[in-house]
């Protein structure tokens, strides 16, 4: 997404050396971020991917020197061909990207338009904790544009060490480079706001609808995590 410059300094800048890099202000940024996903389907691509995804702290939580052997010597020699595979049949041929990417973007164009006549101020960017676009680049812009303050908002109804942490992490590296930083904020988690379960279970009714037949059971599947995790504090449990 391709941002605007906001058109008036921040604050009283009278007091500026006149060759003080100009600041904008008065915008407020939304910050969609989501898991992420590879360049292209073809072995380095998905090894990248992988590369970045698995040797996150947070996502595999064990001995590093161990876990690094068996990333390097197993892992990121036997998987990126096979997930590739993987990938290509549910790849965007039109703009060659993965779906999750395709997805994310619409989300937040819809987003934006949606917010567009409530307040214009707002500005709605997307990103990616692994892979592009990364959140260090879309908060720099987003801040560019004249953002003081930015709402981050992880993609996950339920939080969970390894995805709204991690992602947090991300930003926060961001803002550790930055010598004027913009207000930042997390939204929390919605997995229990009314609002989110009556759009899941509309979507859930409207696929149902559209089938030929009546189903018996209808079988709701959560990405585990390891027992350790919720041992060691972590609130997501299912």
């Known amino acids: 997404m391709t941002l605007s410059p906001a058109p008036a300094p921040f604050g009283d800048t009278t007091h500026f050396p006149k060759d003080h890099p100009p600041v904008s202000h008065g915008r407020i940024g939304v910050l969609l971020v989501n898991l992420g ?4 389907t073809d072995y380095w691509s998905m090894r ?3 590369k970045e995804f698995l040797w996150d702290k947070r996502v ?3 001995n590093r020197a161990l876990w690094w052997f068996i990333l390097n010597a197993i892992v990121l020699t036997k998987r990126p061909g096979p997930k590739g595979k993987d ?9 060659n990207e993965g779906p999750l990417k395709t997805i994310t973007r619409s989300q937040a164009e819809k987003l934006a338009a949606s917010l567009k006549d409530t307040d214009g101020r707002i500005l709605v960017d997307w990103a990616m904790r692994y892979g592009k676009p ?10 560019k544009a004249g953002c003081e303050r930015i709402l981050l908002v992880p993609l996950y109804p339920q939080y969970a060490a390894a995805t709204t942490a991690t992602v947090c992490d991300k930003a926060f590296e961001k803002l550790k480079t930055m010598r004027w930083q913009p207000i930042l904020r997390v939204a929390p ?3 229990d706001d009314p609002v989110y379960i009556e759009a899941a ?3 859930l009714e409207g696929h149902l609808a559209q089938l030929d037949f009546e189903p018996e059971v209808i079988l709701a599947s959560f990405h585990g ?5 919720l041992l060691k504090g972590d609130p997501y449990h299912c």
């Open 37 to 40: 996903t590879p360049e292209a």
């Open 48 to 50: 990248a991917y992988l």
């Open 60 to 62: 595999i939580e064990v």
């Open 87 to 95: 990938y290509e049949s549910i790849w965007n041929k039109e703009r």
């Open 134 to 143: 990364p959140i260090g680049e879309r908060i720099e812009a987003l801040q």
């Open 189 to 191: 988690p919605w997995h």
């Open 201 to 203: 279970c509309a979507a």
């Open 225 to 229: 995590v390891p027992k350790s995790y």
